[in-house]
């Protein structure tokens, strides 16, 4: 019922920024919770950044002080804004947004993800 792009990926800098989008469409109007998560090779997917409806944020330890989370929600869209990138930091990052649907209830739907490489 949802679909998400993501975009924004790329190879940068350690100390550089990126800031990561992700397009929602299909039923949008289901949409409460909207984050982001990452993974990176032989590690399990971890939570980034997560935003409410209403611009509650929470952040991972690691991303919090240097990610920023956003939301449009006219555009259905969501935002990471990251600076000071780590190449720990490397991973695919993973959109994701829950919904709350008549029969469904509650439910996530994932992106396909956007490398992000973080390397001089």
């Known amino acids: 019922q949802v679909q998400l792009v993501e975009s924004g990926g790329g190879l940068v800098q350690p100390g550089g920024s990126l800031r990561l989008s992700c397009a929602a469409s299909g039923s949008t109007f289901s949409i409460n919770a909207m984050g982001w998560y990452r993974q990176a090779p032989g590690k399990e997917r971890e939570l980034v950044a997560t935003?409410?409806?209403?611009?509650?944020?929470r952040y991972s330890d690691s991303a919090k002080g240097r990610f920023t989370i956003s939301r449009d929600n006219a555009k259905n869209t969501v935002y990471l804004q990251m600076n000071s990138l780590k190449p720990e930091d490397t991973a695919l990052y993973y959109c994701?947004?829950?919904?709350?649907?008549?029969?469904?209830?509650?439910?996530?739907?994932w992106g396909q993800g956007t490398q992000v490489t973080v390397s001089s």
């Open positions: 935003i409410a409806s209403i611009g509650n944020t």
């Open positions: 994701n947004v829950e919904t709350t649907q008549p029969l469904l209830g509650r439910r996530d739907y």
